[in-house]
């Protein structure tokens, strides 16, 4: 079992910045970890993960070049800095779990409870 816990979502302004944290708890080990995110009315859409050991990181058409994924496993804890936000990035921000390489080609096997980025114009 994986826990997951979010945090650092808020409010900010069109092109500005958020970092947001991902703690995992349970048996972690060897786990790749990304991030997807649900727009009000809209489905759950992927938005970029990255391996265990951090060398391979896959990302979304949409966000590639404005978000970063990385990962620190001492603290067993996942990033994603989201810079050039725009309003369309408005959504809840889920953390996600796998045991098994990136790309992933179906849904993660764990994942977090969110936490809302809301971007305004």
């Known amino acids: 079992q994986v826990q997951l816990v979010e945090s650092g979502g808020g409010l900010v302004q069109a092109g500005g910045s958020l970092r947001l944290s991902c703690a995992a708890s349970?048996?972690?080990?060897?786990?790749?970890m990304g991030w997807f995110r649900q727009a009000p009315g809209k489905e759950r859409e992927f938005v970029g993960a990255?391996?265990?050991?951090?060398?391979?990181?896959y990302y979304a058409d949409s966000v590639k070049g404005r978000f970063t994924i990385s990962r620190d496993n001492a603290k067993n804890t996942v990033y994603l800095q989201m810079n050039s936000l725009k309003p369309d990035d408005t959504g809840v921000y889920y953390c996600?779990?796998?045991?098994?390489?990136?790309?992933?080609?179906?849904?993660?096997?764990?994942w977090g409870q969110g936490t809302q980025v809301t971007v305004s114009s």
């Open positions: 996600a779990a796998a045991l098994r390489a990136i790309p992933w080609y179906s849904l993660p096997d764990y």
């Open positions: 990255i391996s265990w050991s951090g060398g391979s990181t």
């Open positions: 349970g048996r972690t080990f060897n786990y790749a």
